[in-house]
């Protein structure tokens, strides 16, 4: 049974910063590609940001520069440091992971998901 568990958000003036993170298990960690996605109110799911089970990662234009995603192996984890908050950034943020390559995940959708957690910026 695959399970992931956002935790980190919370309120932050424009400008802050937050750390989410992601705790998965029931698969094999480290063979994947894990995400982070966002929604904010009446909007579209969008991707923050993928990273592959070579550590390899990727952003969306809007994040570029100011975020940060890593992974810890070990403690079956994935981070999302969020640095220079702007008011836009607020959505409610999902960890999503896969067991195919990031490029056909994104294209075809992501297998597992997390229940989110919200980040509020003002």
């Known amino acids: 049974h695959v399970q992931l568990v956002e935790s980190g958000g919370g309120s932050v003036q424009a400008g802050g910063s937050l750390r989410l993170s992601c705790a998965a298990s029931?698969?094999?960690?480290?063979?994947?590609?894990m995400a982070w996605f966002r929604q904010a109110p009446g909007k579209e799911r969008e991707g923050v940001a993928a990273?592959?089970?070579?550590?390899?990662?990727s952003y969306a234009d809007p994040v570029k520069g100011r975020f940060t995603i890593s992974k810890d192996n070990a403690k079956k984890t994935l981070y999302l440091q969020m640095n220079v908050l702007k008011a836009e950034d607020t959505a409610m943020y999902y960890c999503?992971?896969?067991?195919?390559?990031?490029?056909?995940?994104?294209?075809?959708?992501?297998?597992?998901w997390g229940q989110g957690t919200q980040v509020t910026v003002s």
């Open positions: 029931g698969y094999t960690y480290n063979r994947n590609c």
């Open positions: 999503a992971a896969d067991l195919r390559t990031c490029r056909t995940a994104s294209n075809a959708g992501f297998t597992y």
């Open positions: 990273i592959d089970s070579d550590g390899i990662a």
